[in-house]
């Protein structure tokens, strides 16, 4: 398959096509933010520099392709609440002109990649694909506008879309703005651990590895119109997430530092997968505690990777987020 893959510069996406390496013909187009790099691509896979807002490009790159997966997302819940225009841009208004782009030029499938955040926040059980969405932030509000504007387009146009619902991923490649990576660096370098609030939101973590899996089987076997979850094996509290990040670094728990609450903080997120795992067969495979210890493995022996990013736009942005909290 020929596939344009948007918003691969970035973690998850980069990770799928990595996965996807010799077996199809990948193009990406990336808008290189401050999250997205090309060093983290395949040298041999071609990246076109640009915004999923760009008709002309969208439509002239589409025509060429057998399928569109659409990675492409302001994917920062703080950086939302702080300034949420780069988010309705590129989720509703990018998501928009790729689906216009895959109907008029006849492009056999489209994948929307998508998060539990879009049904806010679940105090017991998990959410299905029947729930309704209730987003939080603006973005979640303005993934689930993609969203619909995904079911519209199959509903209106019968264009054949499918959209995969991921719950917290973490794995190699991460910006260290989120959580684990955030953490990881800053035990290795002895810098506090900022934990919003009392610490004891729950988030159901996915390793990337197996959300990319989960979205390929969509892919190439949903039923078009139809939304899949994809949640991870394990749930867990952020403390207990940032006391497990000490351990594997050999740290104590001094470092811990509780900072103001995130606006709006959604308490937990849990997704049932049972749709994706009895029709189509996927399950996770990654268990928590592997992934974490792979995880920070992976940091440790690429600080090639981490290092010029927390020199850079990281830092202001780190020391306007956190600064005066973190002393
Ligand atoms: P990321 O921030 O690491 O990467 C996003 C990429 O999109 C970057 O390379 C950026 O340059 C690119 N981009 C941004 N705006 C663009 C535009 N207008 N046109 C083209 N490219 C643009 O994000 P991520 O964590 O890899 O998330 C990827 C997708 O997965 C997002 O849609 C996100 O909502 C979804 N998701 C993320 C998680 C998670 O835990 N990180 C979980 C579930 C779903
Ligand atoms: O659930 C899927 C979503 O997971 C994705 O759609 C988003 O793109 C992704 O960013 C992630 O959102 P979260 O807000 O859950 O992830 P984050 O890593 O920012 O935060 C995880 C939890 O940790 C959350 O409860 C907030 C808390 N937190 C986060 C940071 C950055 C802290 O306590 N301290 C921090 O410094």
């Given at each position: 398959?020929?596939?344009?893959?948007?918003?691969?510069?970035?973690?998850?996406?980069?990770?799928?096509?990595?996965?996807?390496?010799?077996?199809?013909?990948?193009?990406?187009?990336?808008?290189?933010?401050?999250?997205?790099?090309?060093?983290?691509?395949?040298?041999?896979?071609?990246?076109?520099?640009?915004?999923?807002?760009?008709?002309?490009?969208?439509?002239?790159?589409?025509?060429?392709?057998?399928?569109?997966?659409?990675?492409?997302?302001?994917?920062?819940?703080?950086?939302?609440?702080?300034?949420?225009?780069a988010f309705a841009r590129t989720h509703v208004i990018g998501t928009g002109v790729l689906l216009d782009a895959v109907r008029e030029r006849g492009v056999p499938r489209f994948l929307q990649v998508s998060t539990d955040e879009v049904y806010g926040s679940i105090a017991e059980g998990s959410f299905t694909e029947r729930s309704p969405l209730d987003p939080s932030s603006p973005y979640s509000a303005t993934k689930a506008g993609g969203d619909l504007l995904v079911s519209a387009h199959w509903h209106t146009y019968g264009v054949e879309a499918v959209i995969c619902r991921g719950s917290n991923n973490y794995g190699p490649r991460q910006y260290p703005e989120k959580l684990i990576p955030l953490c990881v660096l800053n035990a290795f370098s002895g810098d506090p651990l900022p934990v919003y609030g009392d610490g004891r939101q729950v988030r159901n973590w996915l390793y990337v590895e197996d959300f990319c899996r989960a979205i390929h089987t969509v892919l190439l076997h949903g039923r078009a119109g139809e939304a899949y979850n994809a949640g991870g094996p394990d749930e867990c509290e952020n403390l207990e997430v940032v006391r497990r990040i000490l351990e594997l670094t050999g740290r104590d728990e001094s470092l811990i530092e509780h900072v103001r609450d995130r606006p709006g903080h959604d308490r937990r997120y849990s997704l049932s997968s049972e749709k994706l795992r009895a029709e189509l067969g996927w399950e996770p495979r990654v268990r928590f505690a592997e992934g974490l210890e792979r995880t920070v493995e992976w940091y440790r022996d690429n600080e090639w990777w981490w290092g010029r990013i927390r020199s850079g736009e990281y830092r202001e942005y780190y020391e306007q987020h956190y600064g005066r909290a973190l002393g």
């Open positions: 398959m020929r596939v344009l893959v948007t918003g691969a510069a970035g973690f998850i996406g980069s990770t799928y096509v990595h996965l996807l390496r010799g077996e199809h013909d990948v193009t990406v187009l990336d808008k290189l933010t401050y999250a997205g790099r090309r060093e983290n691509l395949p040298d041999e896979v071609e990246l076109i520099v640009g915004s999923i807002e760009d008709r002309d490009l969208v439509f002239e790159l589409a025509g060429d392709m057998d399928a569109v997966v659409n990675f492409a997302a302001e994917s920062h819940v703080d950086r939302s609440i702080a300034d949420q225009e």
